[in-house]
T-cell receptor, first 111, second 114 residues
């Protein structure tokens, strides 16, 4: 039982490049979330999903897209990376009335 | 606007000390309050509190919620160097479309010196 797994763990991109972050959970959780964590800003919600095939915008969705084609996977895409998207990205999942479980994070640097 | 405020922002103590971390909130449609511990990687869940006055305890850690005064405290007794971490408080609220979301505080950075 791996819990929540994020890949990759680290990545460096150039401005304008695109990439996809993968989050996979093996706990059969309905709800999944993508956050970014920046110094002095705390955890901010980017997008979330309440079930397979659904997605919704969070607090800071601009510049990101997501997809939840399979229940266990939640993908976060950056179409054209910008330096302001340099951050640590966390994925989390949960079921009803349960706390969120987090992955170990992806550290993304955009030059 | 919903907000969660943690204090202090940082704290340095010696092993064996007892610490109290604070979390106050102003939100609409409160559902629960959660505490997480974050070391180098993922935040890990500590407590979920929904009712006032009922202490939750796990080893040397305990937490309690006051829904009248809108705050929670996290106590750590006989601190150890392994308690060094950022402690995050989050309040779960019910938002538009009956969806739940977490409002996060900025965290308290605790350093326990030997």
């Amino acid at each position: 039982n791996a819990g929540v797994t994020q890949t990759p763990k680290f990545r460096v991109l150039k401005t304008g490049q695109s990439m996809t972050l993968l989050c996979a959970q093996d706990m059969n959780h309905e709800y999944m979330y993508w956050y970014r964590q920046d110094p002095g800003m705390g955890l901010r919600l980017i997008h979330y999903s309440v079930g397979e095939g659904t997605t919704a915008k969070g607090e800071v969705p601009d510049g990101y897209n997501v997809s939840r084609l399979k229940k266990q996977n939640f993908l976060l895409g950056l179409e054209s990376a910008a330096p302001s998207q340099t951050s640590v990205y966390f994925c989390a999942s949960r079921n009803s009335n349960q706390p969120q479980h987090f992955g170990d994070g992806t550290r993304l640097s955009i030059l | 606007e919903d907000k969660v405020v943690q204090s202090p922002l940082s704290l340095v103590v010696h092993e064996g000390d007892t610490v109290t971390l604070n979390c106050s909130y102003e939100v609409t449609n409160f559902r629960s309050l959660l505490w997480y511990k974050q070391e180098k990687k993922a935040p890990t869940f500590l407590f979920m509190l929904t009712s006032s006055g009922i202490e939750k305890k796990s080893g040397r850690l305990s937490s309690i919620l006051d829904k009248k005064e809108l705050f929670s405290i996290l106590n750590i007794t006989a601190t150890q160097t392994g308690d060094s971490a950022i402690y995050l408080c989050a309040v779960e609220v019910i938002g538009a479309g009956n969806n739940r979301k977490l409002i996060w505080g900025l965290g308290t950075s605790l350093a326990v010196n030997p």
